[in-house]
């Protein structure tokens, strides 16, 4: 394993990590919900009556962020190492993992940890060991 120094970035890491914990910290103390990303998409696909528009507004909010910081600043390159069968896949395979898990990383990893749910600790250690598990075989089995 290597790590790529040059691409290291603790402070716009520690900046980034401190906004997205203050953003759920806020969105539980001002509207009482947990700022799951797969809950509120799921809630988008059976909506509740009054339950709609600040359920639009907060995926309106993911799409918009990164086009307005693209307006102010340089956006980070991304390189993906995959084909679109192998994204199509493992899109499904996450979405399956937190219709099961009953949440996704940012609901269980950013909001569970903080509020310590135990639920949401061995959900986090479960997807850190699947990751792990899947870089090691991806990496290293098909030689």
């Known amino acids: 394993m290597t790590i790529a120094w040059s691409q290291f970035t603790p402070w716009t890491s520690l900046i980034g990590g401190l906004?997205?914990?203050?953003?759920?910290?806020?969105?539980?103390?001002?509207?009482?919900?947990?700022?799951?990303?797969s809950?509120?998409?799921a809630g988008l696909l059976r909506p509740v009556k009054g339950d709609l528009a600040w359920r639009l507004a907060f995926w309106a909010d993911l799409?918009?962020?990164?086009?307005?910081y693209g307006l102010l600043a340089r956006l980070p390159q991304a390189t993906i190492d995959?084909?679109?069968?192998?994204?199509?896949?493992?899109?499904?395979?996450?979405?399956?993992?937190?219709?099961?898990?009953?949440?996704?990383?940012?609901?269980h990893g950013v909001c569970g940890v903080a509020r310590l749910s135990p639920r949401s600790l061995v959900a986090t250690a479960?997807?850190?060991?699947?990751?792990?598990?899947?870089?090691?075989?991806l990496r290293h089995v098909p030689g």
């Open 19 to 37: 906004l997205i914990g203050l953003a759920a910290a806020a969105f539980v103390l001002l509207n009482g919900r947990i700022a799951g990303i």
């Open 39 to 41: 809950g509120i998409l």
């Open 63 to 68: 799409v918009c962020a990164p086009l307005l």
């Open 82 to 107: 995959a084909d679109g069968a192998t994204l199509v896949a493992a899109g499904l395979l996450v979405g399956i993992g937190t219709r099961y898990g009953a949440g996704c990383t940012s609901g």
């Open 126 to 137: 479960a997807f850190m060991l699947a990751g792990f598990l899947t870089v090691y075989l």
